[in-house]
């Protein structure tokens, strides 16, 4: 089964602080993967995508990489804001289909 | 530029009562999606759309129907409300498939009693 996984579930951190968040997918044959921020209450909104060609992305603080091979990503959050404190979700499509498979999210909470 | 618009923000519904989610982008996106959100699950595809006139089931289709008559227009019809249908539901949108960005509207939380 197309499965997309996260980890942690949910993360504590303080003010100015940087974190990494995980994803493991075994969605085949891949054609990209892509971060997204959901506030509460307020649809998924964009980070970054990447094809299997990319093994980083940045935007602002947020940086993901990819390793295709052994099929993990990651989303480096730099000198972490409260503005920060969001569900973020990975999400993988499979190639020749037009469908995203999510993941469950990381739950992140940025205290000051 | 409005974005994804859906409506309305908050319904309840009773089992047995059939309603219309609307969804509407103004980005002349060809492809629409809907999905539900659960607690400690994943969004799960219902519906999307690769143009108007031309729609496809995703991976929870069961009880909901939908149709693309225009680009803008992409509306998800609920036709005998179920507890299990309770949800917070998200339309989507993106220039193109696969490699363009989802736009998502801000959700409509439903509650079936």
């Known amino acids: 089964k197309n499965q997309v996984e996260q980890s942690p579930q949910s993360l504590i951190i303080l003010e100015g602080k940087n974190c990494t968040l995980q994803?493991?997918?075994?969605?085949?044959?891949?054609?990209?993967l892509r971060w997204y921020k959901q506030d509460t209450g307020r649809g998924p909104v964009s980070l970054t995508i990447m094809t299997f060609s990319e093994n980083t992305k940045s935007n602002g603080r947020y940086t993901a990489t990819l390793d295709a091979d052994t099929k993990q990503s990651s989303l480096h959050i730099t000198a972490s804001q409260l503005s920060d404190s969001a569900s973020y979700i990975c999400?993988?499509?499979?190639?020749?289909?037009?469908?995203?498979?999510f993941g469950t999210g990381t739950r992140l909470k940025v205290l000051a | 530029n409005a974005g994804v618009t859906q409506t309305p923000k908050f319904q309840v519904l009773k089992t047995g009562q059939s309603m219309t989610l609307q969804c509407a982008q103004d980005?002349?996106?060809?492809?629409m999606s809907w999905y539900r959100q659960d607690p400690g699950m994943g969004l799960r595809l219902i519906h999307y759309?690769?143009?108007?006139?031309?729609?496809d089931q995703g991976e929870v289709p069961n009880g909901y129907n939908v149709s693309r008559s225009t680009t803008e227009d992409f509306p998800l019809r609920l036709l005998s409300a179920a507890p299990s249908q309770t949800s917070v539901y998200f339309c989507?949108?993106?220039?193109?498939?696969?490699?363009?960005?989802?736009?998502f509207g801000n959700g409509t939380r439903l509650t079936v009693t």
């Open positions: 999400v993988v499509s499979k190639r020749g289909t037009y469908k995203y498979i």
């Open positions: 994803c493991n997918y075994t969605v085949s044959p891949f054609s990209n």
């Open positions: 980005m002349n996106h060809e492809y």
């Open positions: 989507a949108s993106s220039e193109s498939f696969p490699n363009s960005p989802l736009h």
């Open positions: 759309s690769v143009g108007a006139g031309i729609t």
